[in-house]
């Protein structure tokens, strides 16, 4: 435990420097970055060769940190009593005193939010006053990293700190559930559609013909474009 805790303290050191550091998730390791801050975020791109148009996950702790950047409502406390933490992503809408990067979103008025399920992960979230931008922790078009060695050998130098959380345990990427307007789910994944509509008494489909952030969802959403892989 004092070994995570001094571990914990040196990954909120560098991400309060923006620096981009590896963190565990439940299923892949994540690169992670302030998303409140432009020049942390832009790293994050250009670590990865991620194309700028591509929007990223942000990772938070609680639903009271997420409420300063998104608004929220019956559906997705619906979803979120019921999935969360755990591989399940959801699009809100920004506020619009938001202090999200414009890099995170592309300069769209919505925003993909995740609580992950990993210990570790959710012990440093809850120890910034920030949430966390953190997309698969590879090379765009590479395997993602399941260990924190295979972050390091990907990136080697060019991040600061991976924190250790030992061997992923490798699934499906989240569900990604849109709430703006009509639900509709965007990416399928580690929570089952039958599970969302039993929840939410509803009949929600996958159209992959649907445009999402300016991108067809049927290569916005394919591989590790647009993940942590959980």
């Given at each position: 435990?004092?070994?995570?805790?001094?571990?914990?303290?040196?990954?909120?050191?560098?991400?309060?420097?923006?620096?981009?550091?590896?963190?565990?998730?439940?299923?892949?390791?994540?690169?992670?970055?302030?998303?409140?801050?432009?020049?942390?975020?832009?790293?994050?791109?250009?670590?990865?060769?991620?194309?700028?148009?591509?929007?990223?996950?942000?990772?938070?702790?609680?639903?009271?940190?997420?409420?300063?950047?998104?608004?929220?409502?019956?559906?997705?406390?619906?979803?979120?009593?019921?999935?969360?933490?755990?591989?399940?992503?959801?699009?809100?809408?920004?506020k619009k005193d938001s202090?999200?990067?414009?890099?995170?979103?592309?300069?769209?008025?919505?925003?993909?939010?995740?609580?992950?399920?990993?210990?570790?992960?959710?012990?440093?979230?809850?120890?910034?006053?920030?949430?966390?931008?953190?997309?698969?922790?590879?090379?765009?078009?590479k395997v993602s990293a399941?260990?924190?060695?295979?972050?390091?050998?990907?990136?080697?130098?060019?991040?600061?700190?991976?924190?250790?959380?030992?061997?992923?345990?490798?699934?499906?990427?989240?569900?990604?559930?849109?709430?703006?307007?009509?639900?509709?789910?965007?990416?399928?994944?580690?929570?089952?559609?039958?599970?969302?509509?039993?929840?939410?008494?509803?009949?929600?489909?996958?159209?992959?013909?649907?445009?999402?952030?300016?991108?067809?969802?049927?290569?916005?959403?394919?591989?590790?474009?647009?993940?942590?892989?959980?």
């Amino acid at each position: 435990m004092k070994s995570n805790q001094s571990n914990i303290k040196k990954a909120k050191k560098y991400l309060n420097k923006n620096y981009c550091i590896g963190v565990p998730t439940e299923t892949v390791y994540g690169l992670a970055a302030n998303a409140y801050k432009n020049s942390a975020v832009k790293k994050i791109f250009n670590l990865k060769k991620r194309p700028k148009n591509n929007p990223l996950i942000v990772h938070y702790h609680s639903i009271d940190s997420l409420k300063q950047d998104c608004l929220i409502d019956g559906n997705f406390t619906k979803l979120y009593k019921k999935f969360s933490p755990g591989p399940i992503t959801y699009v809100l809408q920004l506020k619009k005193d938001s202090k999200i990067s414009k890099y995170v979103t592309n300069n769209k008025k919505s925003l993909a939010v995740r609580f992950p399920k990993h210990a570790l992960f959710k012990n440093l979230l809850k120890q910034l006053d920030y949430p966390l931008a953190a997309p698969s922790a590879n090379i765009t078009t590479k395997v993602s990293a399941v260990k924190a060695k295979d972050v390091k050998e990907e990136f080697g130098k060019k991040i600061k700190f991976v924190l250790d959380g030992g061997t992923s345990n490798v699934g499906l990427e989240s569900t990604i559930v849109s709430l703006i307007n009509k639900p509709q789910i965007l990416r399928l994944g580690g929570i089952e559609i039958s599970k969302i509509n039993q929840v939410l008494k509803n009949n929600l489909k996958f159209n992959r013909k649907k445009k999402y952030f300016g991108l067809s969802k049927i290569s916005f959403f394919k591989g590790e474009n647009f993940n942590l892989r959980s």
